[in-house]
């Protein structure tokens, strides 16, 4: 499949690298296929979730555990059954980002994570309970070295 994407031009998946979103992602029901792309081939912590079904919309992904290592969500039970999983140690997790052009109003959704089987190919975005921010600052993730 070729498509037209936001950030890198045309490219082409093959059919076991779409990821189908049942339920599409909050705010965005309609669409329901995805692929990952990596912004940096030597970096796969931040990603594009490239829409499929509308090359317009793609998102900023990170793998969160590369950032806050102590992140521990726990998804609903019947969640990862939707995607036919038993438990959250076999699941993919990222975060939406919200990127700006001023860093310090950059913002990543700590609270709704997208969960992936990446046996299946399935995915679905979560909300956690907990103390978990739909805003959590960006910058705050940056380490310094």
């Not at 990821?19 to 992602?25: A, E, K, R, V, Y």
């Not at 990603?47 to 726990?74: G, H, M, R, V, W």
Request: with cysteine; proline share 4%.
């Amino acid at each position: 499949m070729d498509i037209m994407t936001k950030y890198f031009g045309q490219l082409s998946f093959e059919e076991n690298e779409i990821i189908c979103f049942d339920d599409g992602l909050f705010g965005f029901d309609e669409l329901h296929k995805f692929a990952l792309i990596r912004f940096d081939n030597e970096n796969g912590n931040m990603l594009c979730l490239q829409s499929l079904d509308k090359s317009e919309i793609a998102f900023t992904i990170i793998n969160p555990f590369a950032f806050i290592p102590d992140y521990k969500p726990c998804p609903a039970e019947y969640d990862l059954k939707k995607i036919g999983l038993s438990n959250e140690k076999e699941a993919l997790f990222y975060n939406v980002c919200v990127i700006h052009d001023k860093i310090k109003e950059s913002t990543v959704n700590m609270r709704c994570p997208i969960v992936i089987n990446i046996d299946n190919r399935k995915a679905v975005q979560v909300v956690l309970d907990g103390n978990y921010s739909f805003k959590h600052p960006f910058i705050d993730l940056i380490k310094e070295e």
